[in-house]
């Protein structure tokens, strides 16, 4: 072989080599250009699916608070011009409406299908500014206190609330609190407040936001008293009775009375009363709104007096 023909072949085995190297770098620079590119697709993928996912909550979310209203406008038409108890239909094919439906024990029902309303006639719980003492012994004596510390709450939490500096047998006041800056010496504004009140623990607090109120005062009305307050009044099978009675919407007043051995006089009486707090909640998608009102119902109203007042709104 010629030394022209050794060095031609060693140039054309140099040129495939660069030819070759050069298509590798090509190769590698084309799989990292896909591979960029395959990351920014899934990255504005999953940003668009976000953004998808975010109108729906806010269309959910506005449709939720929709439903409330809807509810809470519905809801308020009906209380103020029907009679505040559950209607029977003599047949299974009438149309449900809402007096079908409804009670003023706290039992949950739907309106419209995706608006659940809890409804707690306040004349069915312990009024904690003028509490009667008989019932509320009987309540506070279901945690396990005995009789003797079951006074002690009760006489702590009277001296709490009234504006004198006279210490009831188990009370206490202002000194026992270290001065009368740190006693409220007036009626409670929420149930939260009896947590400061001396002997009154945690549990006993939690009983009382679930039993008593501070929005009503005059007399008691047990069939739309909680369950755990029936529990304190009479006993566990006219409870469970009363319970299953409410479930289907059915419990009267006679009922009530012969099951639980409860009856009428002066201070206790068996219809629902114009004061209502209302829980409602609407669920759409995985949306909620919810919103608690306690109104004062007046459907007799004439003249300036509106046939209702809200006292308290929140949602």
């Known amino acids: 072989m010629s030394r022209n023909s050794f ?3 060693l140039i054309v085995i140099a040129n495939m ?4 190297n050069q298509q590798g770098i090509a190769l590698i620079q084309v799989l990292l250009i896909s591979a960029t590119l395959s990351v920014l697709a899934l990255y504005l993928t999953q940003t668009a699916k976000s953004q998808v996912q975010q109108a729906q909550w806010g269309d959910d979310r506005s449709q939720a608070q929709v439903a409330v209203h809807s509810a809470e406008a519905l809801l308020l038409f009906e209380l103020l011009t029907k009679k505040k108890t559950p209607t029977i239909s003599a047949s299974g094919n009438d149309d449900v409406t809402i007096t079908k439906l409804w009670n003023f024990s706290a039992l949950p029902f739907k309106i419209n299908n995706n608006v659940m309303v ?13 509490p009667n003492r008989t019932r509320l012994k009987k309540l506070i004596a279901t945690t396990g206190l005995s009789q003797n510390q079951v006074e002690v709450v009760i006489d702590n939490l009277l001296d709490w609330q ?16 270290g001065g009368a800056e740190f006693i409220r010496n007036g009626a409670v504004p929420s149930i939260h407040d009896v947590i400061h009140v001396k ?11 679930r039993n008593a109120t501070i929005y009503k005062s005059g007399a008691f009305s047990p069939i739309n008293a909680p369950a755990e307050l029936l529990y304190s009044l009479t006993n566990k099978s006219a409870v469970e009775q009363v319970i299953a009675l409410r479930r289907l919407n059915r419990l009267t007043s006679k009922q009530f009375s012969e099951i639980t051995g409860i009856v009428e006089d002066d201070s206790v009486y068996f219809y629902t009363s114009n004061y209502l707090m209302i829980d409602l909640t609407s669920s759409i998608g995985e949306a909620k709104a919810n919103k608690q009102i306690f109104i004062h119902l007046q459907p007799y109203a004439e003249g300036v007096s509106k046939p209702f007042n809200i006292f308290i709104s929140r949602g």
């Open 162 to 177: 009234d504006i004198d500096n006279i210490q009831r047998q188990n009370g206490a006041e202002a000194i026992e609190y």
């Open 199 to 209: 002997s009154i623990s945690l549990a006993i607090q939690q009983l009382l936001l």
């Open 17 to 20: 080599s660069r030819y070759n």
């Open 7 to 9: 060095l031609h072949i």
């Open 118 to 130: 809890k409804i707690q006639d306040q004349s069915g719980l312990i009024q904690l500014h003028y």
